[in-house]
């Protein structure tokens, strides 16, 4: 995960809601429902809100953190909306209504979860633990073999742009290292890489190393 910073929700959305007080959710326009996706994709700056793999507003889907029949009244409130990718059995379509005890709009996202160069993840705590899982983000290779498969090759592919081999990145010094954590981090044209903070994850970890 990565730590999503929630803006202000779209014209069209605050106009909906404006004339069509009593509804939820569930009564949205598909024009609506888009400008959801289109606001959250931007500021999650094209990745997916659980995995950070790549997603187009045609390839997600809206996710609500706290799930609809749990917190009705926040069916339309933005800062209860990601967008999730469309893979089968993972993020928004592997939990279902499952309650997220850490989610990527928490600081936390990103220091409780430890991403290895597998392609694996972990927690550090037990709500992370419990997310990971409920996503099914790959804590084992078996329980979602893709996902690991495609993290590991992309973070591969993210090292190799810098012409160093994976293995060797643990050798790297700090400057190296803060140098390739900056590129990582800033967006190119509103994008940043797929699965670029998996990678982010594995150099803070580095550095944080005694």
């Not at 990718?85 to 600081?107: E, I, K």
């Not at 290779?141 to 590991?152: I, T, Y």
């Not at 090292?159 to 160093?164: F, G, R, S, V």
Request: aromatic share 4%; charged share 25%.
């Amino acid at each position: 995960m990565r730590k999503i910073n929630k803006g202000i929700e779209p014209e069209a959305l605050t106009r909906w809601k404006r004339l069509n007080s009593t509804l939820r959710y569930r009564d949205l326009p598909v024009e609506e429902s888009r400008s959801i996706r289109s606001a959250c994709i931007s500021e999650q700056y094209g990745l997916c809100a659980y995995c950070c793999q790549a997603i187009t507003i045609d390839d997600a889907h809206n996710e609500h953190i706290e799930a609809q029949d749990r917190a009705q009244n926040r069916t339309l409130d933005l800062s209860n909306i990601v967008a999730s990718c469309q893979r089968a059995h993972q993020c928004g379509h592997g939990r279902g209504t499952r309650a997220l005890p850490l989610t990527p709009l928490m600081d936390e996202c990103e220091t409780e979860l430890k991403f290895y160069l597998s392609g694996l993840v972990k927690g550090h705590t037990d709500r992370a633990n419990t997310s990971i899982e409920a996503l099914n983000l790959g804590h084992t290779e078996e329980s979602n073999r893709g996902l690991v498969g495609a993290r590991k090759t992309l973070v591969d592919a993210l090292i190799y742009t810098q012409n160093l081999p994976p293995d060797e990145l643990q050798y790297e010094d700090e400057d190296f290292l803060g140098l390739l954590l900056e590129d990582l981090q800033t967006p190119d044209a509103g994008l940043l890489q797929p699965f670029s903070p998996v990678l982010v994850n594995v150099i803070r970890h580095l550095l944080a190393r005694p």
